[in-house]
């Protein structure tokens, strides 16, 4: 079967913010999914104390869409993305913003039970690059985009090599 012609799924990646002080560091995120093209929606809830609420953000988003990457941003404590996963067959990625918990902080987003499978990434733009992997692995042209953006970056560290030999 021919992809050629063959319409590309909706892909929606969701950002979940345990708080509002999350959202300038969930905005580094977006702004990269808008260059690869990716729909995004910020939504907002702790596993702590909003875990209903974070169940039925779940079923909101799910209903009537097949393609999903969940990305957690929370700042404290990171249950939420351990909690999402619990509930959903889509990937979650969780993207904590830096904090003054340091490791504790990046273990809370890893250290999850058995059968929950969580991805971390620590820089934004880290973020944004594994939902579109995610994606493309059923959208060509946005696995077209990743590749160009893995050409430009070797560019860059050549064109920097290139500089550094000429100042031997």
Do not use: C
Request: hydrophobic residues 40%; proline residues 5%; without cysteine.
């Amino acid at each position: 079967m021919s992809t050629e012609n063959r319409e590309e799924p909706k892909q929606l990646a969701v950002l979940v913010l345990g708080s509002e002080d999350d959202l300038d560091y969930a905005r580094k995120i977006t702004d990269q999914l808008q260059e690869f093209g990716i729909e995004y929606q910020f939504r907002g809830g702790s596993a702590h104390t909003s875990p209903w609420h974070v169940f039925n953000i779940i079923r909101d988003v799910e209903n009537g869409n097949s393609s999903i990457v969940y990305i957690s941003v929370a700042g404290r404590s990171d249950a939420l993305s351990a909690f999402i996963d619990s509930q959903t067959k889509f990937p979650v990625i969780a993207a904590p913003p830096k904090s003054e918990f340091g490791l504790a902080k990046y273990l809370s987003s890893i250290d999850t039970p058995a059968g929950i499978g969580v991805s971390l990434v620590i820089h934004p733009q880290a973020a944004a690059v594994s939902a579109a992997k995610i994606f493309a692995l059923n959208n060509p042209s946005l696995a077209r985009k990743i590749e160009e953006l893995h050409e430009e970056s070797v560019r860059k560290k050549i064109t920097l090599d290139n500089k550094l030999i000429k100042k031997r």
